[in-house]
């Protein structure tokens, strides 16, 4: 018989679909390797992401309560100052009641002199 150029060979175009299809099976294996290897190393940098952060977290968790401790000891301090300074104040009122050295008429000299101060002293 005589071939007809627009008659196809089967046997060769299966041949063809064989190889392609082959070549196909292959490249489709290779992608599925590298997705998943792709989404093995996407999942081993998630965990280390959310462990640094849960590290962040732990250190800033730590770093607050430090800072809460040293807040209330401050204020503890604060408070301790200002019955300090309270009590210092009436001693000073006290005190200037009865000073002699406040009641002197002396005080207006610009130097005191420590004959003059001797002066104001109580004998």
């Known amino acids: 018989m005589l071939s007809n150029p627009y008659t196809p060979d089967f046997g060769s175009?299966?041949?063809?679909f064989k190889n392609a299809f082959l070549v196909y099976v292959f490249q489709s294996?290779?992608?599925?390797?590298?997705?998943?290897?792709?989404?093995e190393k996407n999942r081993v940098a998630a965990q280390r992401?959310?462990?640094?952060?849960?590290?962040?977290?732990?250190?800033?968790?730590?770093?607050y309560e430090s800072l809460e401790q040293e807040n209330?000891?401050?204020?503890?301090?604060?408070?301790?100052?200002?019955?300090?300074?309270k009590?210092?104040?009436?001693?000073?009122?006290?005190?200037?009641?009865?000073?002699?050295?406040?009641?002197?008429t002396m005080n207006f000299v610009t130097v005191p002199r420590p004959d003059a101060l001797a002066s104001c002293l109580p004998r």
């Open 29 to 39: 294996h290779e992608e599925d390797d590298r997705k998943v290897r792709r989404r």
């Open 72 to 85: 209330t000891s401050l204020k503890r301090e604060i408070g301790k100052l200002t019955d300090e300074m």
């Open 13 to 16: 175009l299966c041949v063809h």
């Open 49 to 63: 992401s959310r462990k640094k952060q849960t590290q962040k977290a732990d250190k800033l968790h730590e770093e």
């Open 87 to 104: 009590h210092l104040s009436e001693v000073l009122k006290d005190h200037e009641k009865i000073c002699p050295l406040l009641h002197c």
